[in-house]
C-alpha cells in the first residue's frame, strides 16, 4: 500500500466526517454515516494484514483527536485517545477475519462490512466511555448513545454502498490489488 496516497484518501474522508456528516445526519444530528469506517474497511479488505491494521489505527487516532468530549457543568472539553483508536482497530480485525469469506471487490461486501464494522466500533466506543464516565462528569448515556451508534452502523453500510464504487476505482492509486496473495504456489512437489 502507498503510505501516501492513503494520508490523501484520509485527510479527503476524514474532511468529509467533519464537514459533510452533520448534513446528512438524521435525527437532529444523532444518526449521521461515518466516511472514515468506509475507508477503513476498503483498506482492510484489499491491503495486507498488517498495514490495513496500522491504517485502521491512524484512522482511529484521527477521530479521537478531532472529536473532543464535553464536560458536564464545566466550559471546557477533553480529548480521549483511545475510544475511537480501539474500536477502529477491533473493527478492522472482524474485517480481516471475514475477508476470506466474501467477494472483495464487490460494493455489497463493502457495505456489509461497513454496518458490521461500525457497529463493533460502536460497541466498543460506547464500553470504553461508560467507563470513563465514573472517572470524569460526562453527559453520557449508554443504552440511548449505543441505540444512535447502531443506527449510525446501519446508515454507513448505505453510505458504503454508494461510494464503494469509487473507492474500487481508487485501488491502483493505493497501490492494493484486492485479491489474495500467496506466499507459495498451491502445487505439491
Do not use: K
Request: proline content about 5%; aromatic content about 8%; charged content about 10%.
Amino acid at each position: 500500500m502507498r503510505w501516501l496516497a492513503f494520508a490523501l484518501f484520509a485527510i479527503v474522508f476524514l474532511g468529509l466526517e467533519l464537514g459533510v456528516r452533520g448534513a446528512l445526519a438524521l435525527g437532529g444530528r444523532t444518526v449521521a454515516p461515518s466516511f472514515v469506517m468506509v475507508l477503513a474497511v476498503f483498506v482492510c479488505t484489499s491491503a495486507p494484514s498488517r498495514q490495513s491494521l496500522w491504517a485502521a489505527l491512524a484512522l482511529g487516532i484521527c477521530l479521537d483527536l478531532t472529536n473532543p468530549i464535553e464536560v458536564v457543568d464545566q466550559a471546557r472539553t477533553i480529548t480521549l485517545l483511545g475510544p475511537h483508536s480501539l474500536g477502529y482497530v477491533l473493527a478492522a480485525q472482524l474485517t480481516l477475519t471475514m475477508r476470506g469469506l466474501v467477494f472483495r471487490r464487490n460494493p455489497l461486501t463493502i457495505a456489509f462490512l461497513s454496518l458490521l464494522a461500525a457497529a463493533i466500533a460502536s460497541i466498543v466506543f460506547v464500553a470504553i466511555m461508560t467507563l470513563r464516565s465514573a472517572f470524569d462528569p460526562i453527559d453520557w448515556h449508554p443504552t440511548t448513545e449505543l441505540f444512535q451508534r447502531f443506527a449510525s452502523a446501519l446508515y454507513t453500510g448505505g453510505l458504503a454502498l454508494v461510494i464503494s464504487p469509487l473507492l474500487l476505482l481508487g485501488m491502483p492509486l493505493l497501490g492494493i490489488s484486492g485479491g489474495t496473495s500467496r506466499g507459495r504456489s498451491g502445487r505439491m512437489m
